[in-house]
């Protein structure tokens, strides 16, 4: 199995930046894919962002492209989620997921989640 333990979440004013991180450990590997997903109360789970084990390929959602960065360490088994110019509505619960290979853009098909971590937005 593979255990996810994401950190960062918080409290942030609008405007504001945090910065995500995802550590994996246990039977994983560097070159597995891995992603950020989120989800707010009343909605429904939303893709955010996804980066291949190489790095080459990246993947954002429309809402957050140009203010959220992902990135990876392998040699720490790490992914990261730069989030700047926050909004209200980026608020939600934020999860990170890991798979084999990368999912086709904007899909859930990853075979391990983490137990998400808090962030919010204020106006």
């Known amino acids: 199995q593979v255990q996810l333990v994401e950190s960062g979440g918080g409290l942030v004013q609008a405007g504001g930046s945090l910065r995500l991180s995802c550590a994996a450990s246990?039977?994983?590997?560097?070159?597995?894919?891995m992603g950020w997903f989120r989800q707010a109360p009343g909605k429904e789970r939303e893709f955010v962002a996804a980066?291949?084990?190489?790095?080459?390929?990246?993947y954002y959602a429309d809402n957050v492209k140009g203010r959220f960065t992902i990135s990876r360490d392998n040699a720490k088994n790490t992914v990261y989620l730069q989030m700047n110019s926050l909004k209200p509505e980026d608020t939600a619960v934020y999860f990170c997921?890991?798979?084999?290979?990368?999912?086709?853009?904007?899909?859930?098909?990853?075979?391990?989640w983490g137990q998400g971590t808090q962030v919010t937005v204020s106006s």
């Open positions: 997921a890991v798979n084999k290979y990368l999912p086709p853009a904007g899909t859930y098909e990853y075979s391990y």
């Open positions: 246990g039977r994983t590997s560097s070159t597995y894919a």
């Open positions: 980066i291949s084990g190489s790095g080459v390929f990246k």
